[in-house]
């Protein structure tokens, strides 16, 4: 599975609320929000989106104009779906139809329901591919699309389990290990072996909230020999134990 496919996996429109806005002047949501504009046309943070476009923004955001807008605000589900919220921009256009805007003024008018509720995740899946092939420009996108970092990336998250050196990642870029150190620094924000710490700890904390697997388990399943380690790395990225993780995770997934 590709990285950010995985990443996409936590986000679902369960209970998001669709709804159908009339916007006149501005219109303020919250939290991580898709918006289909169905007809007329509104600015965000200085980008106008017309009749068919998509806007996703997160946080609150002013969203302004004269518009009809069908919306749907998400919780990320579990903490990979929240790594994906952490690289997203505050807000994000995504370019559409006539064709897409005639479709958008039929949803919701039933109210919400779980037919709207998936059609509102093909709408965001796509606009949050369509925004990451685009943009390559900058941040994550960037380091996966990069010759170098992308493969290690790839790796890192095709097998999380595996006993990873920064030689062996090294070996998977066909490079020095001074060469991947900076270059996925640059890209990425941190050394290499640092966010496979944090990728490690992101997928613990869901297997923790999803299943009933031990703790044990868990560890070795993110690449720990034993649960005692686990559980002081576990502790030093999230700040609770992976037994906490059990109620406290699972309340926030």
Known sequence: MEPFDE???????????????EVDGA?????????????????????????????VVQGAVAVEGRATVVSGTYNAMGAVARRLVSILPGALVVPGTEE??????????????????????????CALRDWFDREHGDGWPAALADE???????????????????????????????????????LVGVPPLTYLTRWRMALAADLLAESGATVA???????????????????????FSPSECRSRCAASA
Request: aromatic share 8%.
């Open 217 to 239: 388990a868990v560890a070795r399943k993110v690449g720990y020999a034993d649960a005692f380690g686990f559980s002081a790395a576990f502790k030093r990225v999230h700040g």
């Open 148 to 186: 170098v970092v992308g493969p290690v990336l790839r790796s890192m998250h095709a097998d999380p389990g595996r006993a990873w050196t920064l030689a062996l990642l090294a070996r998977e870029a066909g490079v020095a290990r001074t060469t991947l150190a900076g270059r996925f620094a640059r």
């Open 7 to 21: 990443l996409l996996r936590g986000m679902r429109a369960e209970g998001a609320g669709v709804r159908r806005t």
């Open 27 to 55: 219109e303020v949501f919250g939290g991580l929000t898709l918006c289909a504009v169905a007809s007329g046309e509104v600015e965000v943070r200085g980008e106008v989106a017309k009749a068919g476009d998509i806007v």
């Open 100 to 125: 897409c805007a005639a479709f958008y003024e039929h949803i919701g008018l039933g109210g919400p329901g779980v037919v709207a509720d998936r059609f509102l995740d093909w709408l965001m899946v």
